[in-house]
Every structure is written in C-alpha cells, then in structure tokens.
C-alpha cells in the first residue's frame, strides 16, 4: 500500500520537475521496462536498475526474517 501511495503522486511530480530522475526512480524504471525503453531511458538500462532494485529490496526482506524451523 505504501508503494502505491509513492508510485502514484510523487515519482510523477517529482519526475516532472527533476530532469534525468526518470532514469532513477523505481516506479520510472518499472515503467520503462514494460515499455520496452523509452525515449530517455533505455531498455537495457531500464533492466538493469529494475533487477538492482529487486535485488536490494530482496536482501532487505530477508535480512529482516529469522527463521528458526
């Protein structure tokens, strides 16, 4: 839920008013890779930063479990 609530309003606006930050923000990146590219972030780098993206938000998750069984 908190995501969205990110996703929605502020990475629009933000991108709107920040030149370049399309290339940064998960929620621009997402959107490029679906895309397949765009015309200022490219397939490949959309890719790229959306797999680095998963891999942190992975390792946050699970370094936060403790698991005992």
Avoid: N
């Avoid at 709107?16 to 972030?41: F, H, I, Y």
């Avoid at 998963?54 to 936060?64: K, M, P, R």
Wanted: overall charge negative.
């Amino acid at each position: 839920m908190v995501g969205f609530v990110y996703l929605l309003p502020f990475e629009g606006i933000f991108s709107a008013v920040v030149k370049g930050s399309e290339r940064w923000l998960p929620g621009q990146v997402l959107s490029a890779v679906s895309e397949g590219g765009t015309g200022s972030v490219t397939f490949s780098h959309a890719l790229a930063m959306a797999t680095a993206y998963t891999v942190i938000a992975a390792a946050a998750l699970f370094a936060q479990r403790d698991v005992t069984a």
